[in-house]
C-alpha cells in the first residue's frame, strides 16, 4: 500500500472515530427508529381503517410533519440519518476492523448500499420539511411507468423486481440467521436486555424482508401485466395484502414487526457499535 493511500485510509479512519460523528449517528438510529415505529401505525390503520395514507417511510416522514413540533423534529431526523449515511460511507471506504476476508469485504458493500439508503431517507426528509409531496410510492410508480414504456423497459423492471425479491429474501435471512448480533456491544447487555433485543432485531429484519419480498413479486406482475399501479414498492405491497381477509392479518402482523424493529432502532442507538 502507498504512503499517500496509507495517509488517506488512516485520515478516514480518524474521521470515522470522532465522537460528535458518533453522537449524530446514534441520534439517527432514534429518528429511523420513530420512522418506523409511525409507519407500522400507518400499517396497522391500512389493516384495520383502510386508510389511504402511503404506507412507506415517506408516509411516516408526512405524519411526522403534521404533528406539533413535527418539523424541528424531522430536522433532527434529518441531520441524524445524514450523520448516518456518513458514518456508513465510511465503513464502506475503510471496513470495520478485524480480518479482511470476504465476508469483511461484503460487510463494506452492505454499509455502501445502507449510506445511499440514509441519505435518500434524509433527502425525503428535507423535502418533507420544504413542503414537498416527496412520495416513495408516487416516484415508484412513476420511475416504472417511465421505464415500461421504452424498448426493453418491462424486462428491466422484472428484473429490478427480482432483484428487490432477492434482497427482501436476504434481510429475511439476516434477520433469522441473527447476524446483526455482532455489529452489537453485547458486552454492555444485562442477559434480559440481550434477549429482547435479538428478539426485536429478529422479528423486525424478517418481517421488512418480507415487505420488500411481496414488494418485489408486484414489481415483477407490474412488468409482466404493464401496470404501473404495481410498481409503487411497499405501499403497493401491504395495500394490496390489505385488500385480502387473510391479508389483513398478515398485514398486521408485517406491522408488528416492523414496529419490533423500531423498537430495535432504540437499542441499537445505545449499543451499536459505532
Known amino acids: 500500500m502507498s504512503s499517500a493511500t496509507s495517509n488517506v485510509k488512516h485520515t478516514a479512519s480518524r474521521a470515522a472515530d470522532s465522537k460528535p460523528l458518533e453522537y449524530v449517528a446514534r441520534t439517527g438510529f432514534v429518528g429511523y427508529g420513530i420512522i418506523h415505529l409511525l409507519f407500522a401505525w400507518i400499517a396497522f390503520q391500512v389493516a384495520f381503517q383502510g386508510s389511504g395514507q402511503d404506507t412507506d417511510q415517506s408516509g411516516a416522514l408526512h405524519t411526522i410533519a403534521r404533528a406539533p413540533f413535527g ?100 434481510i429475511l435471512w439476516y434477520g433469522y440467521q441473527k447476524k446483526f448480533v455482532k455489529h452489537l456491544n453485547t458486552h454492555e447487555m444485562t442477559q434480559s436486555v440481550r434477549t429482547n433485543t435479538v428478539r426485536l432485531g429478529r422479528a423486525g429484519y424478517m418481517a421488512k424482508g418480507a415487505a420488500y419480498g411481496i414488494a418485489g413479486i408486484l414489481l415483477v406482475f407490474a412488468a409482466i401485466d404493464y401496470d404501473p399501479e404495481k410498481a409503487r414498492g411497499l405501499d403497493a405491497a401491504l395495500k394490496t395484502l390489505a385488500g385480502h381477509a387473510y391479508g389483513v392479518w ?25
Open 71 to 170: 418539523k424541528f423534529l424531522l430536522i433532527v431526523i434529518a441531520v441524524g440519518l445524514a450523520g448516518m449515511a456518513i458514518w456508513q460511507a465510511f465503513e464502506a471506504a475503510i471496513g470495520e476492523s478485524g480480518p479482511r476476508d470476504r465476508q469483511a469485504m461484503f460487510e463494506r458493500v452492505l454499509s455502501g448500499f445502507r449510506a445511499i439508503l440514509y441519505i435518500w431517507f434524509a433527502w425525503t426528509a428535507y423535502k418533507v420539511i420544504q413542503g414537498a409531496n416527496a412520495s416513495f410510492a408516487d416516484s415508484e410508480q412513476k420511475k416504472s411507468a417511465a421505464l415500461m414504456e421504452s424498448t426493453g423497459g418491462r424486462w428491466l423492471v422484472a428484473l429490478i423486481g427480482l432483484v428487490v425479491v432477492g434482497v427482501g429474501i436476504g
Open 250 to 274: 398478515l398485514l398486521a402482523l408485517i406491522g408488528l414487526g416492523i414496529a419490533a424493529f423500531g423498537v430495535y432502532c432504540f437499542a441499537q442507538a445505545k449499543y451499536r457499535k459505532v
